[in-house]
């Protein structure tokens, strides 16, 4: 990783965000402890100062919340340094954790499940932590994403080896939501899982964010950057569907994902005009459709930022500028074919068929009386259309720059004013070009244009299998019989003796080997030697990793000497999956994972079957004593009522406590 004392500007950032989420933290335990004060107390004095203590403290969070947007749009700081003339793109920030300490824990656990010496693994649990600290701050490049892949693969070792799924193993993750600040508290190694994902993804977004736009092939891979982010994210739905997170929910990752395409599709127009866009008829229609195009999937990503639950935690600034986005990118397309028609009159060496061809896929509809052959020919209803699509680009530009002057974040990002001016400039220059004489006969309202690209935008799935990772913890054995979900007796120490040339028994399967057709009345067999059993060691050297010919030609290189074997026997367990995994998330009762459980609950009800599906994370009122390990921050909650009220997943999301 990089150092995470360096000065860059993205170090910066990523510090100020680790300390406004430690203030947001303190101010919602202040707003914790004064509403659950509110509620206990019966003294109208008290209650009095109760609730000014909580007005101020959410005064603070609003604040500390604008600070974190505010971070969220300094979209400068991740942009090329080189000099540019282009909107700036948004990439996400990168979510921040607490140290995580494996040692007791993994100790404790190899020497009571794997029977060995947990000191001998010092080095591996040293390994896995550097890693994790080192994912905290990765670099923006390639290998920053191979890093924080490999540390994701590794998760999936530490979890079948270490984590079984009867009990918890006394590690707790907190990760802070990107866009409020809130911490995740929880003993579930797929909160780490889900977190390092969406850090691969925000990571991609950056790198996308950084690359150099005035060239062909730094557009290329801005282009390859965001749609592999949105691959990420995607994955990351799809995979942990019930994230205890805001900025991790299904529906705030479909934004995202949006977003993203979004931010590829405008690098691929980008791309098109890079080399100059020539005032060729042929040429201004197809960067007509491409631009309406980028315009339209901004217009869809600006309606989805707008729904709930999303509204609420979006970044305002974000919407704005999608909105800024969309009515920028209308209007240029709005101004290439203003172009076309008032500069390019039809010649008489000119293809009247094709131009009519490529006209006509523009408009879904020509305005009443005109026709496309027609609109070609005459040059008087050419003038009037063209100059219909100028007043239409302009109105969209006057509408983008409104927006842009309402939003303080955005009015203080010089480049994407500079932008947006000279555009609207270009329009009303081209306008006042044309002949005005006949301005007021022309009522002619501009058709909107047909929205189409060559490029097809789509996610790129994350190819983590390309990451070759070596499992820390590979000495305890293969995986897949020396896991935590296995469990075994004790390593019991077996005397061999060769009687006549013949052990007493053969050895099938991989590796380890297993104990096959033993002969019951051997000396093996009388020690203690079971059918089935696994040798993990033969005259103290490990076998665990040996084949049947390897440890076969152990036992005979001995000759007439009697040998020592280990070996292990499998137990069979019917160990019972826990009902509930508590989650708590500090001063937020009403988390996404709640919305989930609210669903899963009405579910049951209305079935009255067999078991509850475990979700990925689940509450219950009678678990709250249970799960004590994981609520290291007060909570808010009322007194555990015994009466069972049925949630609605919309109530919930409107309540004013849900958030701040």
């Keep these: 990783g990089c150092n995470p004392l360096a000065e860059t500007g993205r170090s910066k950032l990523q510090n100020q965000r680790a300390v406004l989420n430690q203030q947001i933290l303190r101010a919602v335990r202040m707003r914790a402890g004064a509403e659950n004060l509110l509620r206990a107390t019966t003294n109208n004095k008290v209650r009095e100062q109760v609730l000014l203590e909580l007005s101020f403290v959410n005064s603070d969070l609003q604040i500390l919340k604008e600070e974190l947007e505010g971070l969220n749009i300094s979209v400068e700081v991740y942009q090329n340094t080189e000099e540019t003339f282009s909107i700036p793109l948004v990439p996400l920030g990168l979510k921040e954790t607490k140290e995580v300490d494996f040692t007791l824990p993994l100790k404790d656990f190899i020497l009571e499940h794997y029977s060995e010496d947990s000191s001998e693994y010092e080095d591996e649990i040293a390994d896995l932590m550097d890693l994790r600290q080192a994912c905290r701050t990765p670099s923006r490049d390639e290998a920053g994403i191979e890093m924080l892949i490999s540390y994701f693969l590794q998760l999936g070792y530490v979890e079948n080896r270490f984590f079984p799924p009867t009990r918890h193993m006394g590690v707790l993750f907190t990760w802070y939501d990107s866009f409020t600040g809130v911490p995740v508290c929880q003993q579930n190694l797929l909160l780490e899982k889900a977190s390092i994902l969406f850090n691969i993804g925000a990571l991609y977004t950056q790198i996308g964010t950084r690359c150099n736009r005035q060239t062909q092939a730094g557009l290329e891979n801005a282009v390859d950057a965001f749609q592999r982010a949105a691959g990420v994210l995607s994955y990351l739905r799809e995979t942990f569907t019930h994230t205890p997170s805001y900025d991790m929910s299904p529906a705030m990752l479909n934004v995202l994902v949006k977003m993203m395409l979004a931010q590829a599709q405008e690098c691929v127009f980008e791309q098109t005009g890079l080399p100059g866009i020539r ?71 000119d293809d009247e068929d094709q131009q009519e061809k490529a006209l006509s896929q523009l408009y879904d509809y020509m305005p009443e009386g005109l026709m496309v052959l027609t609109v070609l020919k005459d040059k008087v209803q050419r003038k009037q259309l063209g100059k219909a699509h100028l007043r239409k680009a302009i109105v969209y530009h006057e509408e983008a720059l409104r927006v842009c002057s309402l939003c303080k974040k955005l009015r203080n990002i010089d480049v994407l004013q500079e932008v947006l001016t000279a555009a609207h400039k270009r329009s009303l220059l081209k ?230």
């Design 431 to 660: 306008y006042a070009q044309q002949e005005t004489e006949d301005d007021f006969l022309s009522l002619i309202q501009a058709p909107d244009i047909l929205p189409k690209t060559e490029y097809k935008i789509e996610t790129i799935a994350p190819q983590f299998s390309k990451v070759k990772v070596k499992d820390f913890f590979h000495r305890l054995g293969p995986l897949t019989v020396f896991s935590a979900k296995q469990r075994w007796t004790a390593p019991r120490t077996i005397h061999i003796h060769h009687e006549e040339g013949e052990l007493g028994f053969g050895l099938k399967g991989g590796s380890p080997v297993q104990i096959y057709c033993l002969d019951p009345v051997c000396s093996a067999a009388s020690m203690g030697l079971k059918e089935g059993d696994y040798i993990v060691s033969v005259g103290g050297v490990d076998c665990k990793w040996l084949g049947v010919n390897e440890v076969l030609e152990k036992l005979r290189n001995v000759g007439e000497q009697p040998i020592e074997i280990e070996v292990i026997s499998c137990q069979d367990t019917a160990a019972s999956m826990h009902s509930k995994s508590a989650t708590y998330s500090v001063g937020m009762q009403k988390t996404y994972s709640l919305i989930c459980l609210a669903m899963e609950e009405d579910k049951i009800d209305q079935t009255k079957k067999a078991p509850l599906k475990l979700p990925f994370l689940s509450w219950g009122t009678k678990n709250r004593q249970k799960a004590a390990s994981t609520l290291c921050l007060p909570s808010a909650v009322a007194g555990s009522s015994q009466i069972k009220k049925k949630l609605s997943p919309f109530t919930l999301l409107n309540t004013e406590s849900s958030l701040y």
């Design 279 to 349: 005032n060729e008829f042929f040429t201004l229609v197809k960067m007509t459709q491409e631009v309406a195009k980028v315009g339209e999937v901004y217009m869809l990503v600006n309606t989805a930022m707008n729904q709930e639950p999303v509204k609420e935690n979006i970044p305002y600034s974000w919407s704005k500028l999608a909105q800024i986005k969309s009515d920028h990118y209308k209007a240029l397309a709005h101004y290439f074919i203003a172009t076309v028609l008032c500069d390019h009159e039809l010649q008489s060496g």
